[in-house]
């Protein structure tokens, strides 16, 4: 059973930066692809980035497009979000999750394994 784990959330001003990571256990092969996904209160979960685990190419939403950056590290099975220029509209849960498909990756029900989800506030 696949494990997903985040850290690096937490609270920052508007402007300023945070680096999420994913790390991930209990796998038996690579992922497709993996992406980060957030929700805010009252609201529906959203994409915000994806990475086709075999290529690293990513994809981001138009919202965070030249603000955020997706990697990942095979090695260590982790996978980040450097975070820049955040402002209020960015806070949220944010959640890591892994597909087994390369298909339709912006649709949350693509998505076989969820982290928890860590926080991230931005106070303006």
């Known amino acids: 059973q696949v494990q997903l784990v985040e850290s690096g959330g937490g609270l920052v001003q508007a402007g300023g930066s945070l680096r999420l990571s994913c790390a991930a256990s209990?796998?038996?092969?690579?992922?497709?692809?993996m992406a980060w996904f957030r929700q805010a209160p009252g609201k529906e979960r959203e994409f915000v980035a994806r990475?086709?685990?075999?290529?690293?190419?990513?994809g981001y939403a138009d919202s965070v497009k030249g603000r955020f950056t997706i990697s990942r590290d095979n090695a260590k099975n982790t996978m980040y979000l450097q975070m820049n220029s955040l402002n209020p509209e960015d806070t949220a849960v944010y959640f890591c999750?892994?597909?087994?498909?390369?298909?339709?990756?912006?649709?949350?029900?693509?998505?076989?394994?969820w982290g928890q989800g860590t926080q991230v506030t931005v106070s303006s």
């Open positions: 990475i086709i685990w075999s290529s690293g190419m990513p």
């Open positions: 999750a892994e597909a087994i498909t390369t298909w339709d990756l912006s649709n949350w029900a693509r998505y076989n394994y």
């Open positions: 209990g796998r038996t092969s690579s992922p497709s692809a």
